[in-house]
């Protein structure tokens, strides 16, 4: 991008080749080397379990990282969770999209097969009115859609039965003009944060035995379920060595916020499939008016806290205690900080905190190497 019609600070936060120092905050930050390994573990875990890997675009919502994801981090396409979404991350480049959810609106339905004209687009159903409404607009659009059933496997969110509901709503999909029965959806939501391994993975068993019945009954059918998918960041490695699925679709991996960095990894201590943090809220000290206070510039409207408030990175000293709209206010015991020092925030809980900001603030050795906008930042509908 060139700086002839931009202003440093107002329409971006920093110009590339700055120094960390000179970004204006509270500004979302990826430290590009982190990243670049996590995105590269991932990979290498996908690979090694022999499972196709669609991470989550919803974490990001970024053309930039998707095509990332697809071009070097073994990614045969991505997840959305909205078409709006979709729509903005097909428009910067996105080739392969699976719509991981539900999509209700006939005005959506519309969208998502016109969306199919000019990218491979799949959805999940898990009702019949959809099928047909979905069957009805792909004719219109002279596209066929790939569709999955989704099953509740657990978490009591979107999805049909497992079983022989699932295998009625397969076979409405397969009988349907311009609807290719794909497969079957089991994403487990509730388990991916339980952090005690052993809870996890009871609850991870019972979905995998959901998704093998129904994939089962399914064949038994005539329906071969060619994808079967699911999984997030928590429990990516469960779903991925179970030989039912086949496609796993984590979307946290890439970032580690500061809950997902509290799930014990399966195997052990460590964190989850040996992530680490690479997204941060850089934050400048704004006010020091008391021992052992400071105040910094990043309140409710730089971090989502629905998932516990942010950790302070690499100063155990210090600990946010409490934001509100505008401020953080930070327990400094010892009194280290001074006005405009910087601190890099892990946010509680990735996914909203991205949707916040209109600019990744890419870093490495410490200066800013790229700006990557959140492309699809507020793409709700
Ligand atoms: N798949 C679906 C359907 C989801 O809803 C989510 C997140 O909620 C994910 C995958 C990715 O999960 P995570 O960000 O925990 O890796
Ligand atoms: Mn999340």
Not at 252 to 264: C, K, T, W
Not at 322 to 343: F, V
Request: charged share 25%; hydrophobic share 40%.
């Amino acid at each position: 991008m060139t700086y002839d019609d931009i202003d440093i600070g107002y329409d971006v936060p920093a110009a590339i080749g700055d120094n960390i120092a000179d970004i204006q905050t509270p500004a979302l930050i990826i430290d590009l080397d982190a990243f670049e390994r996590n995105v590269a573990r991932m990979k290498d875990h996908a690979e090694a379990m022999g499972v196709r890997l669609r991470p989550h675009a919803k974490t990001h919502k970024s053309a930039d990282v998707a095509l990332y994801q697809m071009a070097s981090g073994g990614a045969v396409g991505v997840c959305c969770q909205k078409i709006s979404e979709a729509e903005a991350l097909v428009r910067g480049g996105v080739t392969d999209v699976l719509i991981a959810n539900e999509v209700a609106d006939p005005k959506k339905i519309d969208r998502l097969a016109w969306l199919a004209e000019s990218a491979h687009v799949s959805v999940c159903v898990d009702d019949p009115t959809v099928v047909a409404a979905l069957s009805e607009a792909a004719a219109l659009h002279g596209v066929t859609l790939d569709v999955l059933v989704e099953i509740d496997c657990g978490a009591r969110r979107c999805g049909v039965l497992p079983g022989a509901p699932a295998v009625e709503l397969a076979k409405a999909v397969a009988a349907a003009p311009n609807l290719a029965f794909t497969g079957i959806q089991a994403y487990h939501g509730s388990a991916q944060h339980i952090y005690d391994p052993v809870e996890r993975r009871a609850a991870i068993d019972k979905a995998i035995g959901m998704a093998r019945e129904t994939a089962d009954l399914l064949r038994d059918a005539g329906l071969e379920p060619a994808i079967v998918t699911g999984a997030g960041t928590g429990t990516h490695d469960l779903e991925g060595a179970s030989g039912v699925y086949n496609e796993i679709q984590p979307g946290s991996y890439i970032f580690m916020d500061a809950d997902y960095a509290r799930v014990r990894s399966t195997e052990g201590n460590g964190t989850i499939g040996g992530f680490e943090h690479a997204l941060f809220v850089l934050t400048s000290i704004m006010s020091k008016p008391a021992s052992g206070r400071a105040i910094c510039d990043a309140g409710l409207k730089a971090h989502s806290i629905d998932s516990g408030l942010p950790t302070v990175f690499e100063r155990p000293d210090l600990t946010f205690a409490s934001a509100s709209d505008e401020h953080g206010k930070i327990e400094d015991p010892q009194d280290t900080l001074t006005l405009n020092d910087r601190l890099r925030l892990v946010p509680g809980h990735c996914d909203p905190t991205c949707n916040l900001y209109d600019w990744y603030v890419c870093v490495r050795n410490g200066r800013v190497e790229a700006l990557w906008p959140v492309t699809a930042r507020g793409k709700l509908y």
